[in-house]
Structure formats: structure tokens, C-alpha cells
């Protein structure tokens, strides 16, 4: 135990005495980043105000119904979200479309209210234009709450008030301001999140030189002759380079929450094994790059590779989505796997599959171990 | 013996390293170890170390084979790499005290050891430098002291004298002379003749992985006693001299070196008459001619057909 103990601490030693590679690699980079990240991209990620969606309306029926949906326009919650813009027919309505002046179209077929009162299926059309799901959605859903308003006074027809009045209840359609403070991320919240994951993968930069000098230098060969037992010497070079990664960690979390603000969310201990893994996780990946390559300049390329594309399919760079078919892709990336432990914590997202990425995390580690202490002792042969 | 080597063997694929060695060390022996390059001195030393898997027969070091007792063979082992192998971001004082708490050592002991190797070393001055500051032969006097500090009964210098300066060079080997007058036991490997023959009480002469000649240097010199080395000083050198020369009968090797011939040849009575005849007919001038006793290069060169450079 105490040969470990000298191996960890002589290889901490090194680490910071490495200045340019510890200070400037592990702790200005990513805390420069995220400052400038998080503001030149804080638009991308702030939540403002939704202007009124501008619509095309043509009501046709003139029942009972199309009298409603004429009155539920020109409710003022309705005004809020919707800019109603009257058309004469389909096609002035798919010509505005057309042109873009309108986002969607609601056709109320004239008989609407006739269907409606037979009680048969009646619908309402509504056209949106390509790609303005979002805007879609809101038309959709303020549609529907005019459906469910709708039904309730065909119930009342039903029931023998010949004159019902539409009259909806207090909030049915509200625009209600919430805070998202905490429950997303800004800019500066993203990249803390992944340019800490980044800089944590380059940690298997360390790994890499840990095992290449174990194996590679003379003064590994060394230190093997001393009476070191097998795999000592790399649980303490591990040791060392884990506890100098994870301490710039700790320094980065540390000085971007109080500095910049980042929120870390309320489960820091949760948020400290996170990283404490993927630390791990990293200098194992680097050894094992070394154990199976036997070439540190070529095992160093393809980690500065991989630390690219692994931070580029978690969306370290900027937010990517996958289309559903290739989203797999994401979970060949350890930082996609870490990045989405860390939201998931922060944010409140699903626990279990917090625990997933987890379990997928250790999986590795322990791969890269046994893969690790196997080259050791290959190394003798 | 403190060190047995029995029938020894290792192999890199089809590549015979290590072909049936046979030796023993005793105690308080300064062993040499010579050979070229690839001769099978480092796998050898591997070997000992327990660094390299035997393929072929076994070693035993303080009574113990090396395999299954690796690490408590090597606590008394010191290793000298032929590689400089110490930590260019650790002072010197750290260097040792590293390697000092491998071997175990801790606390005053630990301290005072780390003095004494550095002082045996001639560095205690640079105790807090960087070896990165530090010229060739100061990081190879560093290699050293890094493994003396645990006062090994075995010490390994692996070419410890490679690429430095002379002062450098004449440290180190007085440094062996003292450790060997105090008692430790030393395999010492080097390119270099004369510091085998200056400080080696026996020597094993290495060739393609074999042993080909053992004993200490009077006994290999005895080996080629009827040889001599004959060295002529020249003036108006031309390359036909050496094929002149060595038309001579009885004449093994010639060496032509600026103006300096080197001739390794039988010893018989009209040799240097011939070799002089055979210098003026090739239009060349003799300035100065002397015979020279046997010398372990000599030995090695009648031994192997090479020189130990080749």
C-alpha cells in the first residue's frame, strides 16, 4: 500500500508541476470557454416572450357553433396568442400560406355546427406551414380548448337552451408567465456542464502518458524492477492522475457557480460521484488506448480524435439533435453518457436513467482496467 | 554464489536472445559483461531483474529463484539502467527519496540515505536542481545514486559510463572501485574495454546470445597470448597499404585509423620486417612501430571476428 501511496503522489507532484499542461489545459481553458461560450451563445438559449401567432381564419359555418368560434376569437386570452386574420376562401387562406403571411390557416367547414348537433363527427382543418411545429402545436392547442368549450354547449343544445352563451372558465386559456430559472439552462449553465465534460476527457491525456511511462520510458522499467508488485504500479499512477483531474474539477464546478452563477443544481454529492466517475473513466480509456496501441504518439492522436467527435455528439459544442432513427449514435459517447447524467441531476430529469448512464460508466471503467493491469503485466513477456 | 544462471535461455520469436547461459557470481565480484550490440547483455539483465519471463532455465539470486520471489529478490538488487531513467520534474533529493521508498525506507533513515547516496555521488549541492539543469554526466551519476540509496548486496550498471564527459566518467568508476571495496557485488556491462579491464575481477565475454569465453582478463588474455597487436604509426597513407598488409601470412586484422594501422597477427619472427616491406611497397612511410600485449579488445576481436563497436 505504501508503494501505491509514493506512486500516487509522485505522479500528483509531476501533475502540477506540469504547469502548462495542469493550469492551462485543466483549468483556464474551459473556465475561458464557458465565459465566452456561455455569452456570445446566450441568446441561442434564452426563453422570451412568444409574439401572437398570425392565423388565417375562415368560418363558413353559420350555425350555432360558427357563432361560438367568431365570439372565441375575439376573446382577449385568445388575442394574446392568435393575430386572427378573416379570409374569404381556402385558397386566399393557402395563398397567404404560401407567401408566408399567415403561419396556419383554421377552417370551420359550414357544417360544422349541423354535424355537431347530430351528434356525428365534425372536424375543424387546420393548415400550418412546414417546420412551425412549435407555432402548430400552440394553434392545435388553443383550437382544442374551443372543441372542448364547443362540446359543452352542444350539451346544453342538447338539453333545451336554445341560446347558450360561450363563456369559458376563468384560466381555461391563460397566458401564464413561469419562471425557468433552474428547471433550464442557459448558455453559461450548458457549457459549464459540458466544457467541464470535455476537459474531464481530455483527461485521458494523463492516463495516456501515466501508462505509456509505466511501460514505455525507462523509468518505468524502473520502477518495475523495484519491488513493486503487479498492477501497483498502475493503481498508483491512476491514483495520482485521478486526484489531480478530479480536484481541477472540483476548482472549475467551484469557481463557475460562484463567479458565473452556474447553477449545479441541489445534489452536489450526486454531481461529485458523477464527475468522480467520469474522471476515472477517462485516464482508464487513456491507459487502455496506450495497453493496446503500445504507441504513444499515435495513441495521443486518436484521443485528441475521439475527444472531438465523443464532444461533439453529446452537443458539447452546441445542441445537436439526431434524428430519432440515428439517436443511438449519442451512446457510443462517454460524454454524452456523463453530460446526460449531469442534466438529468441538475434539471430533474428521470432518475433511472441517471443510474443507466451510470451503470454504463462503470461498465467502462471496468473494462478499461482489466484491459489496463492485463497490459501491465503483458508488459513482461 | 550470489548469482546463478543455469542454462539459460530466451527467445523473440525465431530470434535466439539468450542461448543456454551458463554463469555464477560470487560474492564481492565486479562481474563484466561484454559484447556488441544484441549480443544478449540487456536480456540477460532483464532476466535477472525478473522484468522478462525466462523461456529456458532458471535463475537463483541469494538462494532464491527468481521466479515467485521477484519482489523479494529485488530488494536487495540496485538497478543502474543503461537508459537514463529518473524523473526529469523531481529534484534529485525526490529522485532518490522516490526510489528509496519503493525499497521501503522511510522517515530519518529515508533522509539520511538520500544524503549519503547524493554525496557519494558528487551531488550534493544540486540536491534541490532539476536533473533537467543538470549536464550528461550529472544525470548519470543521478542514475546511479538512485540505485545505491537502499544499500543493495547486488548492484546492475547496465553501461552506466555511456555518452559523458570525463570527468563525469572517472567519478562513476571510482565510485564502482569504492563500491567494490566495500564490499558489494557488481555485473557491470559496457562497450568500453578498458573500463571492464581496469575494474572487473571476471569477465564473460557475450556473442549472438552465448557465452564464448569466461574468466578474469589475465586468463582471457592467455587465450590469445599467441597473438600480437602491432601498431604503426604512418606517413603518405593510401588504402592499398591494408591490402598489402594483409596478404602478409599470419596476419588476422587490419585496422586503418587516420595515419594509425592496427594489426592483429600471430606471433612469428619476421613479422614486423614483413609488415614493414609490405608498407614501403605500398609507397607509404613508417614513422614510429610498436608491439603491443594482448588487450581484451584484441581477445575480442580473435574471439568473435569483430570489434566491440561493430
Given at each position: 500500500m ?14 502540477l ?14 473556465i475561458?470557454?464557458i ?20 392565423v ?12 361560438l368560434?367568431?365570439?372565441f376569437?375575439n376573446m382577449p ?6 393575430d386572427?386574420?378573416?379570409v ?20 370551420i367547414?359550414?357544417?360544422y ?11 375543424i ?9 412549435f407555432r402548430?402545436?400552440?394553434?392545435e392547442?388553443?383550437m382544442?380548448?374551443?372543441i ?13 337552451n336554445p ?5 369559458p372558465?376563468?384560466?381555461s386559456?391563460e397566458d401564464?408567465?413561469f419562471?425557468?430559472s433552474?428547471?433550464?439552462p442557459?448558455?453559461m ?12 476527457m ?36 491512476t491514483?495520482g492522475?485521478?486526484a489531480?483531474?478530479?480536484?481541477s ?19 452536489l454529492?450526486?454531481i ?23 504507441d504513444?504518439?499515435r ?7 475521439l ?18 432513427a440515428?439517436?443511438w449514435?449519442?451512446y457510443?459517447?462517454?460524454s454524452?453518457l ?7 441531476t ?10 443507466l448512464?451510470?451503470?454504463?460508466m ?11 493491469i ?8 | ?5 543455469k ?6 520469436g525465431?530470434?535466439l ?6 554463469l555464477?557470481?560470487?560474492?564481492g ?11 544478449g547483455?540487456t536480456?540477460i ?7 522478462t ?19 523479494d ?5 540496485g ?6 531513467a ?12 522516490f ?11 529515508l533522509?539520511?540515505?538520500v544524503?549519503?547516496?547524493l554525496?557519494f ?15 550528461g ?19 546492475i550498471?547496465?553501461?552506466?559510463t ?22 558489494s557485488?557488481?555485473?557491470y ?5 578498458e573500463?571492464v579491464?581496469?575494474l ?11 557465452v564464448i ?6 586468463e582471457?588474455?592467455e587465450?590469445?597470448?599467441s597473438?600480437?597487436?602491432i ?5 603518405g ?5 591494408v591490402d ?12 586503418l ?17 614483413s609488415i614493414?616491406?609490405?608498407?614501403t ?7 614510429s612501430l610498436s ?13 568473435t ?6
Amino acid at each position: 500500500m505504501s508503494r501505491i501511496i509514493t506512486i500516487a503522489r509522485r505522479t500528483i507532484v509531476q501533475n502540477l508541476r506540469d504547469t502548462g499542461n495542469a493550469l492551462g489545459q485543466m483549468l483556464i481553458f474551459p473556465i475561458l470557454l464557458i465565459f465566452i461560450l456561455g455569452n456570445a451563445l446566450a441568446p441561442m438559449y434564452d426563453v422570451g416572450n412568444v409574439d401572437p401567432t398570425v392565423v388565417g381564419y375562415l368560418n363558413e359555418d353559420s350555425g350555432p357553433m360558427g357563432r361560438l368560434a367568431d365570439e372565441f376569437m375575439n376573446m382577449p386570452e385568445v388575442k394574446d396568442l392568435l393575430d386572427v386574420r378573416p379570409v374569404d376562401s381556402v385558397t386566399q387562406g393557402n395563398n397567404l400560406l404560401q407567401d408566408m403571411d399567415i403561419t396556419a390557416l383554421i377552417h370551420i367547414p359550414g357544417d360544422y355546427s349541423t354535424k355537431v348537433i347530430a351528434g356525428q363527427e365534425a372536424e375543424i382543418v387546420i393548415t400550418v406551414l412546414p417546420g412551425r411545429t412549435f407555432r402548430g402545436a400552440l394553434v392545435e392547442t388553443v383550437m382544442e380548448s374551443f372543441i372542448c368549450g364547443s362540446n359543452a354547449t352542444q350539451a346544453m343544445l342538447a338539453m333545451g337552451n336554445p341560446q347558450p352563451e360561450y363563456r369559458p372558465a376563468q384560466g381555461s386559456i391563460e397566458d401564464q408567465p413561469f419562471s425557468v430559472s433552474g428547471l433550464m439552462p442557459d448558455a453559461m449553465d450548458y457549457y459549464a456542464v459540458t466544457m467541464l465534460v470535455m476537459i474531464v476527457m481530455y483527461g485521458t491525456m494523463y492516463g495516456a502518458y501515466g501508462m505509456a511511462a509505466n511501460n514505455l520510458y525507462p523509468v518505468g522499467r524502473r520502477v518495475k524492477a523495484s519491488p513493486v508488485r503487479p498492477g501497483e504500479q498502475y493503481i498508483g499512477t491512476t491514483i495520482g492522475n485521478v486526484a489531480t483531474i478530479f480536484v481541477s474539477s472540483l476548482v472549475i464546478i467551484a469557481f463557475s457557480h460562484f463567479a458565473y452563477g452556474v447553477n449545479w443544481g441541489d445534489n452536489l454529492f450526486l454531481i461529485l460521484l458523477i464527475t468522480f466517475l467520469h474522471v476515472i473513466l477517462a485516464v482508464g480509456l487513456g491507459s487502455m488506448a496506450i495497453a493496446v496501441m503500445r504507441d504513444e504518439k499515435r495513441a495521443s492522436v486518436l484521443i485528441n480524435l475521439l475527444v472531438i467527435a465523443w464532444t461533439f455528439l453529446a452537443g458539447g459544442y452546441f445542441k445537436i439533435t439526431l434524428p430519432s432513427a440515428f439517436s443511438w449514435i449519442q451512446y457510443f459517447s462517454p460524454s454524452f453518457l456523463v453530460q446526460t447524467a449531469l442534466f438529468n441531476t441538475i434539471y430533474g430529469g428521470p432518475f433511472s436513467q441517471t443510474l443507466l448512464m451510470l451503470a454504463a460508466m462503470i461498465g467502462i471503467i471496468l473494462l478499461s482496467g482489466i484491459i489496463g493491469i492485463a497490459a501491465e503485466r503483458r508488459s513482461g513477456q | 554464489m550470489l548469482v546463478e544462471m543455469k542454462n539459460l535461455v530466451k527467445r523473440y520469436g525465431n530470434n535466439l536472445a539468450v542461448d543456454n547461459v551458463n554463469l555464477e557470481i560470487a560474492e564481492g565480484e565486479v562481474f563484466g559483461l561484454l559484447g556488441p550490440n544484441g549480443a544478449g547483455k540487456t536480456t540477460i539483465i532483464n532476466m535477472l531483474l525478473g522484468l522478462t519471463k525466462v523461456d529456458g532455465g532458471e535463475i537463483i539470486i541469494f538462494g532464491k529463484r527468481v521466479n515467485g520471489n521477484r519482489e523479494d529478490v529485488s530488494k536487495h538488487i540496485g538497478i543502474v539502467p543503461q537508459e537514463l531513467a529518473i524523473y526529469e520534474d523531481l529534484t534529485a533529493a525526490e529522485n532518490v527519496a522516490f526510489f528509496g521508498r519503493l525499497y521501503g525506507l522511510k522517515g530519518k533513515l529515508l533522509q539520511q540515505r538520500v544524503a549519503e547516496a547524493l554525496a557519494f555521488t558528487g551531488l550534493s549541492d544540486k540536491r534541490k536542481e532539476f536533473p533537467k539543469k543538470f549536464s550528461g554526466g550529472m544525470k548519470r551519476r543521478l542514475n546511479i545514486a538512485c540505485a545505491l540509496m537502499h544499500r543493495p548486496r547486488l548492484i546492475i550498471m547496465d553501461e552506466p559510463t555511456v555518452g559523458i564527459d570525463p570527468q563525469s566518467r572517472n567519478h562513476i568508476l571510482s565510485s564502482v572501485e569504492d563500491l567494490h571495496q566495500q564490499g558489494s557485488t557488481i555485473i557491470y556491462t559496457s562497450h568500453y574495454m578498458e573500463e571492464v579491464e581496469e575494474l572487473c575481477t571476471r569477465i564473460a565475454i557475450m556473442d549472438q546470445g552465448r557465452v564464448i569465453a569466461l574468466g578474469s582478463k589475465e586468463e582471457l588474455k592467455e587465450l590469445v597470448s599467441s597473438e600480437e597487436r602491432i601498431v604503426v604509426e604512418l606517413a603518405g597513407v593510401n588504402y592499398t597499404v591494408v591490402d598489402e598488409v594483409r596478404k602478409i601470412s599470419g596476419v588476422k586484422d587490419c585496422i586503418l585509423t587516420d595515419s594509425t594501422l592496427t594489426v592483429l597477427a600471430s606471433k612469428r619472427p619476421s613479422l614486423i620486417s614483413s609488415i614493414v616491406d609490405a608498407i614501403t611497397s605500398a609507397g607509404a612511410e613508417v614513422i614510429s612501430l610498436s608491439a603491443e600485449k594482448p588487450t581484451l579488445e584484441s581477445v575480442f576481436l580473435t574471439l568473435t571476428g569483430k570489434t566491440l563497436r561493430d
